[in-house]
DNA sequence: ATGCCTAATGCAATTAGA
């Protein structure tokens, strides 16, 4: 089974890109972030066309998180994380699909640090480690896949020293990244990639893609159950140099099959 | 320190992204 994780940076902008992603990649199930439109304005019926179900968290200009698959039925288990009654940002959604409890995130910026936006990033990793912990702590085989704005160490930015003072690479927010993993989850693209230099996000400004001045920001995180499952961790560079495209790419895993237990 | 580029809104210029 394939699984995704795709910012796209404008959800009805990107629709040919997306589109043509889908059927060359053929993922089962995927989380797209960065929707930038309303729940009604959502594009469902070329992305059915191409056999997908889907559900969606939208909201208007900003932010909007999916789960689309091709595996069977969308059992929406959660959208926002708990925690904040008075948060309206759409950044979580959650569901069970294709056998795993998967839940598709788009975690605050944060910039500019300091200031109330960082502020925000903070408690919202807050948020997502205590619910997080609940989720790996069933057991069940659960994956959080999307864009966590956060590149964990120095091998994940082109050029770390420039970073010191970003929201992205910020002490507090890659110490609560790691909080996080050490609950028990594996980073899959770094856990099957440990030395490579692998980025998921490419600025638009100053020709980064060409220049491959890249952050690794998108990150699918397996429960063990999972992770004994992992097979490939890729990144679908490539779509980062199409026309009109997001300024992320497609990052994707392959699982084994899940091992029937003999009664 | 700022703009570079891009999307959404809505029709100019602002906000936000990372």
Not at 91 to 118: C, D, Q, S, T
Not at 121 to 132: D, N, P, T, V
Not at 237 to 263: C, F, I, M, Q, Y
Request: charged share 25%.
């Amino acid at each position: 089974m394939k699984i995704a994780t795709y910012n796209v940076n404008g959800v009805n902008g990107r629709l040919p890109v997306l589109l043509r992603w889908l059927q060359e990649s053929q993922p089962d199930i995927v989380c797209l972030q960065e929707l930038k439109a309303p729940d009604e304005k959502f594009p469902l019926s070329p992305i059915e066309e191409l056999g997908y179900q889907a559900i969606w968290h939208g909201q208007k200009s900003w932010n909007g998180v999916a789960i689309l698959s091709r595996v069977g039925t969308i059992q929406e288990t959660r959208r926002g994380l708990p925690g904040a009654p008075e948060d309206s940002h759409s950044r979580y959604i959650e569901a069970a699909v294709g056998g795993i409890l998967i839940g598709g995130l788009y975690l605050p910026n944060g910039n500019p640090k300091p200031g109330p936006k960082f502020d925000y990033k903070l408690r919202w990793m807050e948020r997502l480690i205590e619910h997080a912990g609940e989720l790996i702590g069933s057991g069940l085989p659960v994956m959080l896949a999307g864009d966590f704005n956060v590149m964990p160490t120095e091998r994940d930015v082109y050029k770390p020293e420039r970073w010191l003072d970003d929201a992205l690479f910020a002490p507090e927010a890659r110490a609560a990244y790691f909080r996080l993993l050490e609950q028990g989850w594996t980073d899959a693209l770094r856990h099957l990639h440990p030395d490579e230099t692998i980025y998921t996000f490419w600025d638009y400004f100053r020709n980064a893609f060409a220049r491959d001045a890249g952050l690794r920001i998108d990150h699918l995180l397996l429960s063990p159950p999972l992770a004994k499952r992992l097979r490939r961790a890729e990144v679908d560079s490539h779509v980062r140099g199409w026309e009109k495209t997001s300024d992320h790419a497609p990052v994707w895993v392959e699982l084994a099959p899940e091992r029937k237990t003999r009664r």
